[in-house]
């Protein structure tokens, strides 16, 4: 089958974005089913289906999602709507939007924990507390089948 | 301080320090936030506000709350209620913010009103709660209402301020996404800002005069 010539094809749009908490581990899939459901819910089938949504990168807390150019701006108002993604508590920032894949790969800057993951006890739950830069830290509740996750800063982990 | 997210509600309220709110709001692009039962504290040029939330049943009970809180906070908040609540509520004194508008019924918030938190300066809290988690009808009924209150805004020019309402650092969004969210009812970008700014100008207008050069 011959490709379509240049002036036929679809013009995409590529949003950047950032998957919180940081140790949240998703595939494509179920930032693609969660992406969709936000923006069916505020757009509604018929816009959602025009926007085209893909994800087509998902990796190290980054996701890049593409789009039709001209519905990047709704998408992305969608994406700030997303507050879970398999059953776990997620937000998805938006960073960047471009029409090409290379020019957002270059503002990805992965966060990565500082050091090992260390285990604590707070009251009588015990978490696992991964640090990041900015003092930023996370504990993560041990032993739950759906853990608790807290948001703290390492000025907070002295007064515990 | 012009940038200011009117409400978030940290540990143990929520799952994240205010510390750590404060970090996040400073990384979307707010430079203040107002902690709801927190306290006061700055990092470097970020400033964090603290606010108390009256919730009453009547007018009477709003003006005995606020003589033991406004004294220990920078912001007084009241929940809403019905008309007659409403329209007391921002006739009282040392209240400065009326939130959860859009947990009341459709004419809760009418042009009398209006006028009265225009004189007396009383801002209406729009939460992006409702439109970031809710679905459905729920939400719908949400916009509804912040563009009803939006007209009204424009009509009697009473101020608005907005909140995320947030538990978790995972509830916060970055300026840009707030003023898209906005968008949704039909604030504009400029509309948007100046509700950022709200916050401090109330504050500004409880300060003293101050003679400069």
Not at chain 2, 117 to 137: C, F, K, N
């Amino acid at each position: 089958m011959r490709p379509r010539p240049p002036a036929m094809r679809p013009k995409w749009r590529y949003i950047l974005a950032r998957i919180l908490p940081n140790n949240v581990e998703l595939d494509q899939k179920q930032v693609y089913l969660s992406v969709l459901d936000a923006a069916t819910s505020l757009w509604g089938d018929a816009a959602t289906g025009l926007m085209q949504p893909a994800v087509i990168h998902c990796d190290r807390g980054y996701v890049i999602i593409r789009c039709r150019r001209g519905s990047e701006r709704d998408l992305a108002t969608a994406l700030a709507t997303v507050t879970s993604a398999a059953d776990r508590p997620i937000a998805i920032r938006t960073i960047a939007t471009s029409g090409t894949i290379r020019t957002l790969r270059r503002q990805m800057r992965p966060e990565l924990p500082d050091e090992e993951a260390e285990e604590l006890r707070v009251g009588k739950k015990y978490f696992t507390a991964y640090r990041y830069s900015r003092q930023k830290v996370d504990l993560i509740e041990k032993h739950n089948k759906h853990p608790k996750v807290l948001f703290f800063t390492e000025t907070d982990m002295e007064e515990i | 301080m012009n940038t200011t997210d009117a409400s978030v509600c940290p540990y143990p309220a929520g799952d994240s320090s205010i510390r750590r709110m404060a970090i996040e709001a400073a990384e979307l692009g707010f430079d203040s936030i107002v902690a709801i039962g927190g306290e006061h504290g700055a990092a470097g040029e970020f400033r964090i506000l603290t606010g108390a939330v009256i919730d009453a049943r009547s007018a009477k009970d709003v003006l005995r709350q606020v003589r033991n809180v406004s004294r220990n906070v920078d912001l007084t908040f009241v929940n809403a209620g019905d008309l007659a609540f409403n329209r007391a509520a921002v006739t009282t004194g040392d209240v400065q913010i009326i939130r959860h508008i859009h947990t009341t019924h459709r004419n809760s918030f009418d042009h009398v009103a209006a006028r009265s938190a225009t004189e007396r300066g009383v801002a209406v809290d729009i939460s992006l709660y409702p439109i970031v988690h809710w679905r459905g009808a729920r939400r719908q009924k949400a916009l509804q209402r912040y563009a009803d209150l939006l007209s009204l805004h424009r009509r009697y020019r009473f101020p608005l301020t907005i909140s995320s309402n947030a538990r978790s650092i995972l509830d916060q969004r970055s300026v840009r996404d707030v003023e898209q969210l906005c968008a949704l009812f039909g604030m504009t970008r400029q509309e948007v800002r100046t509700a950022l700014g709200t916050v401090h100008r109330i504050l500004e207008h409880k300060q003293p005069v101050r003679v400069i050069g």
